[in-house]
T-cell receptor, first 115, second 112 residues
Framework: DTEVTQTPKHLVMGMTNKKSLKCEQHMGHRAMYWYKQKAKKPPELMFV???????INESVPSRFSPECPNSSLLNLHLHALQPEDSALYLCASSQDPSGFGYGYTFGSGTRLTVV | DAKTTQPTSMDCAEGRAANLPCNHSTISGNEYVYWYRQIHSQGPQYIIH???NNETNEMASLIITEDRKSSTLILPHATLRDTAVYYCIATPLGAGSYQLTFGKGTKLSVIP
């Protein structure tokens, strides 16, 4: 298995809803990442997990809450989002947190619309 | 991470070689050059990376100048499926978590 699987592929949520995005990989990678991508912009890093521990939080608002229950799974819990949070949310993994290896493997993303 | 500069867009005829330049004049000795591409509405895809030697794999070739201040990604026979945004990233590897910071990239359009 050489993929990063993200579910759901599309999500529409109201500003008072609570929802979660899920990311799974079975490549034995020990680092996992969340990126946010607005339309026609490059991906922006949100969070980095290294050996299941949060190592980088790029000043992301608390309405985004990451969780890494085990080495294969990464969640992003969403609560009280704003319409400007609508974006493509990308998950990625890498073999080693040091970066040696062959880069990141990205999932195809969850397209989130906040109404 | 060193800043990279890429042209905003490029066109390439189908079947011809696509040569995508990247300038990274402030690159440090421990920074690698990575190339990724993102086809519309998909996640970015790793292409190739290198430190100072030229590299080739089944997807592309990477040519890094001797002074390491610039590089060129070469897609030898571009197809319509190579139409994408191509990102050049310079980043150090090693102790601690490394991270990829994406710039604006080059939008490559392969034309029939």
């Amino acid at each position: 298995d050489t993929e990063v699987t993200q579910t759901p592929k599309h999500l529409v949520m109201g500003m008072t809803n609570k929802k979660s995005l899920k990311c799974e990989q079975h490549m034995g990678h020990r680092a996992m990442y969340w990126y946010k991508q607005k339309a026609k912009k490059p991906p922006e890093l949100m969070f980095v997990y290294s050996y299941e521990k949060l190592s980088i939080n790029e000043s992301v608002p608390s309405r985004f809450s990451p969780e890494c229950p085990n080495s294969s799974l990464l969640n992003l819990h969403l609560h009280a989002l704003q319409p400007e949070d609508s974006a493509l949310y990308l998950c990625a993994s890498s073999q080693d947190p040091s970066g040696f290896g062959y880069g990141y493997t990205f999932g195809s993303g969850t397209r989130l619309t906040v109404v | 991470d060193a800043k990279t500069t890429q042209p905003t867009s490029m066109d390439c005829a189908e079947g011809r070689a696509a040569n995508l330049p990247c300038n990274h004049s402030t690159i440090s000795g421990n920074e690698y050059v990575y190339w990724y591409r993102q086809i519309h509405s998909q996640g970015p895809q790793y292409i190739i990376h290198g430190l100072k030697n030229n590299e080739t794999n089944e997807m592309a070739s990477l040519i890094i100048t001797e002074d390491r201040k610039s590089s060129t990604l070469i897609l030898p026979h571009a197809t319509l499926r190579d139409t994408a945004v191509y990102y050049c990233i310079a980043t150090p590897l090693g102790a601690g978590s490394y991270q990829l910071t994406f710039g604006k990239g080059t939008k490559l359009s392969v034309i029939p």
